[in-house]
């Protein structure tokens, strides 16, 4: 079934379900770490989602999976530029000419802030990028946690 990315809407439990992470763990998410802001009503109201959103939480999910803390995450998803959710949005838009993996690598880190570095990749630069990782680094097959979700739900983006 195609459909427009915001015109679905899914419940947490479908989303949950297509992201592989517990409904708790994304209530968890949400009301901590204000993860998906935009979802978040305060009351008893039934939260819809958008595919876009069950694209996001997958990538979470994944990173957390890795041993990712959820707050540093959610960090990465959120980020304005580089982050997962961005880039997520772009490829669900099918944007031209946008590499498909996303590699994340830790940069300075203060005391307080620990800071991370995004670069966009093809198969053909990652070589030379896991050479300058001092030992490492998280790469997003963009399109495969997208597709991931379009599959779970057996729809397609118009």
Not at 104 to 113: A, D, I, L, N
Request: hydrophobic letters at 45%.
């Amino acid at each position: 079934m195609k459909i427009k990315m915001h015109d679905k809407r899914f419940t947490s439990a479908e989303v949950t379900a297509a992201a592989g992470c517990s409904e708790a763990a994304l209530r968890q998410w949400r009301n901590r770490y204000n993860f998906l802001g935009g979802t978040v009503s305060g009351d008893m109201k039934v939260k819809k989602f958008s595919i876009l959103d069950a694209c996001v939480v997958r990538g979470v999910k994944l990173l957390t999976d890795c041993g990712v803390t959820a707050p540093i995450a959610i960090e990465i998803a959120h980020h304005p530029m580089m982050g997962v959710g961005v880039l997520l949005r772009s490829h669900l838009e099918k944007m031209e000419n946008i590499p498909a993996l996303l590699v994340v690598k830790r940069g300075k880190t203060t005391s307080e802030v620990e800071q991370f570095t995004f670069a966009l990749s093809n198969p053909n630069k990652l070589a030379a990028q896991i050479a300058d990782s001092n030992g490492i680094m998280i790469v997003f097959d963009l399109k495969a946690i997208n597709q991931h979700v379009l599959d779970f739900f057996n729809v397609e983006i118009e």
